[in-house]
């Protein structure tokens, strides 16, 4: 689902909150070899933390997380006035997907994804031409 209302994000700095250490571990280095500087959280309440502290271009966030939910940092950075593009990717239900604020949300990606099709889609986002690596 591309769910992009926006022109393309200079995506220089991202924010990936994962709990699945080896989902963040693959989502971290596809996005560094694009050239994006990549800080990450391991559950809600380190997201938040992190958003409160930090200057990023784009959010990469699961829903179902510990301490925190990705609904709960959404919620967060609305409450913030933050504008950085948040990419969704997690397995929840489409109903789930559902509830989530479209106003932040920019994409989502469902779990299991492609690992070319995660990398478009971050280089649509980002507004520069996919990598060959």
Known sequence: ???????????????????DPAIRK????????????????HDGREAIAKLDGGDYSIVVLD???PEANGYEVISHMKSKRLTMPVVVVS???????ANLDFDVVKMVISKPFDVHDFTEKIAALCGSPPSQA
């Open 1 to 19: 689902m591309n769910l992009m209302t926006a022109g393309p994000a200079d995506c220089r700095r991202a924010l990936v909150v994962e709990d």
């Open 26 to 41: 693959l989502v971290e280095k596809l996005l560094s070899r694009r050239g994006i500087i990549i800080d990450s959280a």
């Open 63 to 65: 829903l179902m997380m």
């Open 91 to 97: 397995a929840v239900s489409q109903q789930a997907l």
